[in-house]
């Protein structure tokens, strides 16, 4: 059973930044594109960002130029580092498969309890 677990979010001030972790375990962490997703009160989820196996980025549009996502396939990791945030990008921050990947075979991990980002002054 693959498990999620996020971690490294916080209140910042508008304009901060944070840098937040998902530990993957299992093994197939390193051949899977992985994502980072958040959902705001009120919100659905949304995708934020994706990292394919081989290291290629997606971002959403409002995030892009701001938020970098990386992984480290030894420490079955994943990074999402968030610059210049705003207050709209508070949100309970999630990490799990790249969600191109999900069909009738192939299912989201078990949701990680998420991190809380807030952003306020």
């Known amino acids: 059973q693959v498990q999620l677990v996020e971690s490294g979010g916080g209140l910042v001030q508008p304009g901060g930044s944070l840098r937040l972790s998902c530990a993957v375990s299992?093994?197939?962490?390193?051949?899977?594109?992985m994502g980072w997703y958040r959902q705001a009160p009120g919100k659905q989820r949304e995708l934020v960002a994706v990292?394919?196996?081989?290291?290629?980025?997606n971002y959403a549009d409002s995030v892009k130029g701001r938020f970098t996502i990386s992984r480290d396939n030894a420490r079955n990791t994943v990074y999402l580092q968030m610059n210049s945030l705003k207050p709209e990008d508070t949100a309970v921050y999630y990490c799990?498969?790249?969600?191109?990947?999900?069909?009738?075979?192939?299912?989201?991990?078990?949701w990680g309890q998420g991190t809380q980002v807030t952003v306020s002054s």
């Open positions: 799990n498969r790249d969600p191109a990947l999900i069909s009738v075979n192939v299912h989201y991990f078990p």
């Open positions: 299992g093994s197939i962490f390193s051949i899977n594109a």
């Open positions: 990292i394919t196996r081989g290291g290629d980025t």
